[in-house]
């Protein structure tokens, strides 16, 4: 085996320098002002490659604190009669005592409730899911040096850092942090006469999103530019890989959703701080009658969910178009119907711009503008749909290589499957009606975009950590961290479908003042063991990702899944620039597995006389 | 203590994970990279297929096991005539997407396992099929259209607002409980203006508006079975949701844009306990109530679903669904909170200076009576205990008029009667200036009876005694204000 490995390596070589580009890059190396000592090497390095594991490692650690806080106020839930005591020295008075048992208070179980909402979908999921892989692999697979601009890609890991540090300073605050939800819907989180929270905890809240939106808009904007510009010779958009697919329209949908998300914020800072009315309207609070006169609760709501609903889609396409990648890869066998895949794609990102309002179908809006919402919104459940059979098709006839990544690819599909359908529960109205805001949707998104997005995620960290660190991660403990999520995470999510089918009301502190709602203690226990477990496995992960960096298993090939794209023809230690010589030229799309008799066909292999390229045709 | 040792349990488990991943990597090198695999792809495959066969069987289990939980079937039937549409709309989507979901399921893990990676297979090349493409995107999308359409029928069946209701309620929503409102007897529920908000006025009620006036503020929701229900839900301070789960109810509180819901009842609170009588789960004892079994104690609810702060998961209100009878009965039985909460004469109140008909009426029997009966008695006083006059004045205060009236009344009804009119102070401040002072109101009382009553001025003699027949205590401020009083004493019959 390691023989063909040699040979391979020295006709990648043969081929970049035969077809490649020559753009004259490693002419002025020596004064290479991106990579030159420590800080800018590692800390403001202006380096994709080092930004994507920045991004990992930030978004990584806020997953930590997402899943801890969940455990926090899954202990409440599960066993509310159990002391806390244990964790007074870190909660201090949030935890209250009284006759020697800790009891979470109130206030800030609906704190950790909106942070862990807040950190995972933005921090997590979009930082750390997108952020890392856009970063990685398109410039890589693309086949460029770098981003179109270093500089604003350092700049948006940095106002992505600090989006997170002010954050984080908020859960010190003697308010509390926010605690109205992690979608601040006024005038809830307006009024700090009506939860504490809403003071400073909101203001920074605010700022902290503010920061992140501009990063996200840095970043976006270099993806977006990096693939329609910076595309090597011969890389047509339909020899792109899917990832890159995903990366591009998921940079589009941020660029267009985040400012109105924007928008909404800032008018939200006016009628806080500068008495304006624009969602405040006939409020009595505090024993008072406030001035606001005119505005509206929902227009917010419009406002936030128009980038709420896209943002679902900011987190899930990446962990398709990863998904899609890596199960071709190890299927040996090309995507199906990739052309499919890249409609659906822009059919979902199209759709996810005017289904925002069924978030709202129960929060006063015209019953008569969601007859429109329900059908653009199942309408979405085609081009989904056709993405799991085309994944499933994707496995037929494939000769599956199992690893972590393929299996928790393999995993995605599964979750994508249950979550996705039970969105077709909550996207008809009529029974949103029963199911609006009770564990029938905290199941739904958690396992359609929470544990589906991770599983593309940690594909993703498995497939590509060969390239990010020229180490394997340990196959059995990644196995072993796959089965037991898999099978964990279901068992936290999934018995929450009987609670919502039974109304049990989301975001409950407490049980106990409705008879009705209290027979669930068994399951509300059991829920909270899966969610201890299935944490200990993602420690597992950490322990595994940290020591293989250092210890694991050294790459000794350049390309050692046998894939097609373009950056497994880079060396396995690959410098600034990518590629030390010219830049190789793509002569077919990324899919050629099992063609003609052979395993794999690299992009840069010319066609044959005769042969057809199944991308660009 | 225990803290530390689950924290050396977590770490040495770690230590012992990292080991055996080094071993079994270890162990790879050794065997060859291509054998070892082949074994694992057959294992993990195999892995995939144990779990399909659990994840399915499991699934479908704690579904029969959950099924009177699930909307439709068992206990947990609706309790709303709509309620029955959303019902079934669950269930059709239910049955649809479970054969998608066990499909979809076997599909993936029998694939995954079917074709797992052998050493000399080749895999197949087919990068795609139009017509099969083709027809798994005209599937869901016919699927899709079929439940689209009947979900719009019935949402738009249960959201239409036709305003031909039996009964319209309002519920306002406050951190952190609810407070329901019944129209009373004009079948109108008053304006409010939330700036008309009051310790008394909690809902900011107009007064000036007359269909405030019979309002009734309930401490729970009833509703007589088989009646349309229109819901208005308005929030004083943040989102609320008004949530009924039984009922199949859920809108959103909003302040300063009231929202509606429109119910009909289909069973009563007893009836719905007997119905759930049969199951197990409710022949449990009540914990709150050992005596009883749950389905005794059982009572739907109305509970908040929007977050609204740290009392989110406390706002209850009781709801009790009888029969129409027992609803008129309980209807009857409620005060407009407009006489209950202390408005009435209060500053707050536009009509603090008069009497209401009803008000007068009964006023003018419980003179009568007490009129007669004096009439009948050794003592022949009444006191004018709702004559009153302005601060060290002799001008009657508005509402005097009406005991003056009753008083008229009771002379027109008994010509013989000759009355002596006696005011009385208190023995505050000088005492000729209380003669002057009582002297002055009983000729007050006089003048009205004679100049707006028509009584005739030699049936009537008014007499001020200055503070010199007190009947209270004048140490105290109680005694004093006993008297300072108006009365009557019958002088001929």
């Keep these: ?108 179980y609906y704190a950790l409730v909106t942070i862990h909402g807040t950190v995972i979908v933005f921090f997590v999921l979009t930082a750390g899911l997108s952020g890392t892989f856009s970063n990685l692999l398109i410039p890589l697979q693309v086949g460029a040096r770098d981003m179109a601009s270093p500089l604003l890609n350092m700049l948006s890991y940095w106002f992505f850092f600090l989006a997170g540090a002010i954050m984080f300073a908020s859960l010190f605050l003697s308010t509390g942090p926010f605690s109205g939800g992690w979608t601040a819907y006024p005038p809830l989180s307006a009024l700090s006469q009506a939860s504490a929270g809403s003071g400073a905890g909101m203001t920074m809240w605010t700022v902290s999103l503010v920061f992140f939106v501009v990063s996200v808009l840095l970043g976006g904007i270099n993806y977006v530019t990096t693939v329609l510009n910076l595309r090597t010779k011969g890389m047509t958009m339909w020899r792109l890989p899917l990832t890159i697919w995903a990366f591009f329209i998921t940079a589009i949908l941020g660029i267009l959703s985040f400012p109105v998300l924007v928008s909404a914020f800032f008018l939200l800072m006016c009628d806080r701080a500068l008495q304006t009315s624009f969602f405040l309207s006939e409020i009595f609070v505090g024993g008072q009658a406030l001035e606001h006169v005119g505005g509206s609760p929902i227009l917010y709501q419009h406002l936030f969910w128009f980038l709420g609903h896209p943002e679902v889609y900011i987190i899930i396409l990446p962990a398709m178009g990863i998904v899609s990648e890596v199960l071709s890869v190890h299927a040996r066998k090309p995507i199906f119907g990739y052309r499919a895949m890249v409609y659906s794609i822009l059919a979902i ?65 599964s979750m994508f499957i249950s979550g996705g359908l039970t969105g077709i529960f909550l996207g008809n109205s009529a029974i949103d009606i029963q199911m609006h805001d009770t564990y029938f949707v905290v199941a739904h998104f958690h396992i359609v975009m929470g ?43 999934w018995p929450m479908h009987y609670l919502g089918m039974a109304g049990v009301p989301r975001r409950y502190y407490s049980f106990d003042t409705f008879e009705n709602f209290s027979h669930f203690a068994n399951i509300n226990k059991f829920i909270t063991i899966a969610a201890v477990v299935v944490f200990a496995l993602q420690v597992l992960f950490i322990i595994n990702f940290f020591y293989s960096i250092f210890k694991g298993k050294k790459v000794t090939s350049r390309n050692p899944w046998g894939a097609n794209t373009l950056e497994w023809t880079t060396p396995i230690e690959a410098g600034h620039g990518n590629w030390p010589g010219k830049i190789p030229a793509v002569q077919r799309w990324a899919y050629d597995y099992g063609k003609d008799g052979k395993d794999f066909i690299s992009q840069i292999i010319p066609l044959s006389d005769g042969e057809k390229d199944n991308g660009d045709h | 203590m225990t803290f530390l040792i689950i924290f050396l349990c977590i770490v040495l488990t770690a230590v012992v994970l990292v080991q055996l991943g080094k071993v079994t990597e270890l162990a790879t090198i050794i065997r060859g990279e291509a054998d070892a695999q082949e074994d694992l792809n057959t294992r993990q495959g195999l892995f995939g297929m144990i779990f399909l066969v659990l ?80 027809v798994w995107t005209a599937i869901p999308a016919i699927v899709m259209c079929f439940l689209v359409v009947n979900g719009l029928i019935a949402w738009n069946e249960v959201m239409g607002d036709d305003g031909d209701e039996d009964i319209e309620i309002e519920a306002t929503a406050h951190q952190f409980s609810w407070t329901i409102r019944y129209p009373g007897q004009d079948g109108k529920i008053g304006t409010k203006n939330y700036k008309m908000i009051t310790g008394l006025n909690s809902l900011g009620q107009d007064w000036s508006d007359d269909k405030n006036l ?57 009836d719905y306990r007997k119905s759930l009588a049969k199951y197990p789960e409710y022949q449990a004892e009540d914990p709150n109530n050992p005596d009883k079994k749950l389905w005794e104690t059982f009572n739907f609810a109305l509970n908040c679903a929007e977050l609204c702060g740290s009392g989110h998961y406390a706002m209850k209100k009781l709801v009790e669904i009888v029969s129409e009878e027992e609803y008129e009965k309980w209807l009857n039985q409620q005060k407009s909170n407009y006489f209950t909460s202390g408005v009435r004469f209060s500053d707050e109140d536009p009509y603090k200076n008069e009497l209401f008909d009803a008000e007068y009426a009964a006023r003018s029997a419980e003179f009568k009576t007490n009129f007669e009966s004096t009439l009948l008695a050794e003592e022949k006083i009444v006191v004018l205990d709702k004559v009153e006059f302005e601060t060290e004045s002799a ?56 100049r707006n009553e028509n009584i005739d001025s030699r049936r009537l003699k008014a007499v001020g005694y200055g503070g010199d027949q007190p009947v209270g205590d004048n140490d105290t401020d109680a005694g004093r204000q006993k008297n300072r009083r108006t009365e009557i004493r019958i002088i001929a019959q």
């Design chain 2, 214 to 270: 019979d309002d009734i503020v309930a401490d729970k929701i009833v509703l007589p079975v088989g009646k349309k229900v229109r819901v208005r839900i308005t929030a004083k301070d943040v989102l609320h949701n008004f949530a009924m789960p039984h009922f199949r109810v859920k809108m959103d509180a909003v302040p300063g844009l009231p929202t509606y819901f429109y119910l009909t009842p289909k069973i009563t609170t007893k």
């Design chain 1, 349 to 413: 990102a199209f759709l996810s711009f005017i289904v925002w309002a069924h978030h709202m179908f129960m929060s006063g809006v015209n019953p008569f503008i969601s007859n429109f919402f329900v059908i653009f919104t199942l309408i979405i459940a085609v081009p989904s749909a056709v993405k799991v059979f085309n994944w499933i098709a994707t496995l037929y006839g494939g000769n599956i290589r199992f690893n972590a990544a393929s299996l928790f690819s393999i995993g995605f599909v």
């Design chain 2, 395 to 450: 001008t009657l205060t508005s509402l005097s008029k009406y005991q003056i009236m009753n008083l008229a009344e009771q002379l027109k009804n008994s010509p013989n009667v000759i009355i002596e009119l006696a005011a009385h102070t208190d023995n505050q401040g000088a005492k000729s200036t209380n003669l002057k002072l009582s002297d002055e109101r009983a000729n007050a009382v006089y003048n009205y009876l004679v």
């Design chain 1, 1 to 108: 085996m390691a023989t063909i490995t040699t040979t391979k390596i020295s006709e990648t070589d043969l081929l970049i320098e035969e077809y490649g580009y020559d753009d004259h890059f490693h002419e002025h190396h020596d004064e290479d002002k991106f990579q030159s000592g420590f800080i800018t090497t590692y800390i403001f390095s202006q380096d994709h490659k080092m930004i994507a594991k920045q991004f990992l490692i930030t978004g990584m650690f806020w997953g930590v604190m997402g899943a801890m806080m969940s455990l926090v106020f899954r202990m409440q839930l599960g066993f509310p009669e159990e002391s806390l005591m244990w964790l007074k020295p870190i909660l201090g008075k949030w935890i209250t005592v009284a006759d020697g048992v800790g009891t979470l208070a109130p206030e800030f």
């Design chain 1, 451 to 493: 544990v589906a997005a991770f599983f593309g995620m940690f594909a993703g960290v498995y497939h590509w950590f060969p390239k990010m660190y020229a180490r394997f991660m340990n196959e059995t403990l990644g196995r072993i961290h796959f089965w037991g999520t898999l099978i964990g995470a279901y068992a936290v999510f």
């Design chain 2, 55 to 134: 994840f399915l069987v499991l699934s479908l289990a704690t579904t029969l096991y959950y099924k009177n939980w699930m909307l439709g079937y068992g206990p947990h039937a609706s309790a709303s005539v709509h309620g029955d549409s959303i019902d079934e709309m669950f269930n059709i989507t239910l049955l649809f997407t479970y054969i998608v979901f066990v499909l979809t399921h076997i599909a993936l893990f029998w694939y995954a396992w079917k074709y797992r990676g052998r050493r000399g297979r080749k895999s197949l090349f087919m990068p795609h099929d139009t017509k099969l493409e083709l």
